[in-house]
Every structure is written in C-alpha cells, then in structure tokens.
C-alpha cells in the first residue's frame, strides 16, 4: 500500500493534524511519500491551474516558518519512513537560498526519511543558480525536475514562460556541478501552432541533454486559466486531435 501526504498550509497546524491523524487510522503504509507545496511564482503561467501566485520577497521567511509548524503538527502521526518526498510549486527554488535552506531543513529533520529516500525539488530552469543547486544538495535533495516545456522560443512565448531555450543547459549544468545527476525534464506537446517536426526537434534535444527522466504532458485547457480564456477569445486554435495524437 503507498500513502502520500500532502502539507497545503490550510487551517492551524492543530487542525492540520488531526485531518492527517484521521486520513491514517488503521493505515500501515508499506510505501509513504510527502508532497510540500511552494506558492511563489515569478509569474503566473496561462497554462496553469496550480495554486500559486506572484511572489514579492516578502512573504517567504512566513511560509517557511508555517511550513515548519505544519511539519512539525504532522510528524507524530507519520509511523512509516517516507521514501519519497517531492517539493512543488510553484516554483521552490524561486525561494531566496537561506529560505530554500530552512523549508528543506524542516522537512529533514522533522519527517522520518527512509535511507536512500528519493527527494525531488521542482525547478524553473531560470532560477537555477551555482548557489540554489549547492543548497538543494547540502540539504539532502537527489534528484530535480527541471520545467523546460520546450526548446521553442515561439512555444515558450504561448505559453508565457519566461526562460529562453539555452538557460536548460545551463542550469542542469549547475545542478551537475554541485552533485545532483537525477534530473527529470518536462516537456508539453500539443502547443497552438506546433508542428510534429517541432515536437521532434524537443525530444532530440531534451534526450541530447543527458538526463536520466522524460516527462511528457499534452497541454489542458483547464478552466479561468489564461490559456483558456485566450484560446476562448480566438486568439489561436488548439492543436489538432490528430497530430497530438
């Protein structure tokens, strides 16, 4: 049986608790996972449905502090090692390098993880620096799921992402320097105006990089995204069924 965990910083801690408490009675996972979510963006993407919002550097050292409240609310009722524990956002390492430090501290020595416990932090390839990859490794991190999304300029530009092509390089580079060679890279196919020799032209240079995980998603059209709303005011027509397919 496998049991995931989601910390989503939702009431007081002590009611947090007691919802966790509940969810596990009678449960004796054989396999237990934590989910941590991280709400900052730089900005918000017109694909996504998440919940995040733009951060101002104002508000992180609050989050890490509740994050540390609700962490340590929740830990008595984990009764299994976690083998895996993931860190989503948002965008986590949009977190200034001391805070990224405290939120991964809290989760190490708060959780019990399993030896050899997987951890992944997702990343945007353009808030990854020298100093962010060396703090995920300090703190435990192994593996990081990088959004690429796509190695098209146009596309990027669809979908309102703000790194450009090369800063994927890049930043696995500096992900390899500081120790961490478990990297997962997300691509999106079925963006307007994509071609199948464009989607080609992504997986050759997403498997050019090196990494040992491919992670490939059709976009969604999900409901009051940007996305939507624009694609409902006919400013581009979705992909065809068939050449998604």
């Given at each position: 049986m496998a049991t995931a965990l989601t910390i989503a910083g939702q009431g007081s801690p002590d009611a947090y608790a007691m919802r966790v408490d509940q969810a596990l009675a009678g449960i004796t996972p054989?396999?237990?996972?934590?989910?941590?979510h991280v709400p900052f963006c730089f900005h918000?993407?017109?694909?996504c449905d998440f919940y995040s919002f733009v951060d101002t550097q104002d508000r992180q050292?609050?989050?890490?502090?509740?994050?540390?409240q609700e962490l340590a609310a929740m830990a008595p009722w984990v009764h299994a090692p976690l083998h895996t524990v993931f860190v989503?956002?948002?965008?986590?390492?949009l977190l200034r390098p001391p805070v990224l430090r405290a939120v991964l501290n809290s989760i190490r020595t708060r959780l019990p993880l399993a030896p050899g416990a997987e951890w992944t932090v997702e990343a945007?390839?353009?808030?990854?620096?020298?100093e962010v990859a060396c703090a995920l490794v300090e703190s435990g991190v192994n593996r990081v799921s990088l959004g690429a999304q796509s190695f098209n300029e146009r596309h990027l530009k669809t979908l309102e992402r703000w790194h450009d092509p090369a800063s994927v390089a890049r930043a696995i580079g500096f992900l390899r320097?500081?120790?961490?060679?478990?990297?997962?890279?997300?691509?999106?196919?079925g963006i307007p105006?994509?071609?199948?020799?464009?989607?080609e032209s992504d997986l050759r240079q997403a498997l050019a990089l090196g990494t040992d995980h491919l992670s490939c998603y059709g976009l969604t059209y999900e409901a009051?995204?940007?996305?939507?709303?624009?694609?409902?005011?006919?400013?581009?027509?979705?992909?065809?069924?068939?050449?998604?397919?």
């Open positions: 054989q396999f237990a996972g934590a989910y941590v918000k993407c017109h694909y050292e609050a989050y890490a502090a509740r994050a540390d989503g956002g948002g965008t986590p390492t945007n390839p353009e808030t990854v620096t020298a320097a500081a120790g961490i060679e478990r990297i997962n890279v997300d691509l999106i196919f105006g994509g071609t199948l020799a464009d989607w009051n995204t940007a996305m939507t709303v624009r694609m409902e005011r006919g400013e581009f027509e979705p992909c065809d069924d068939g050449l998604e397919a």
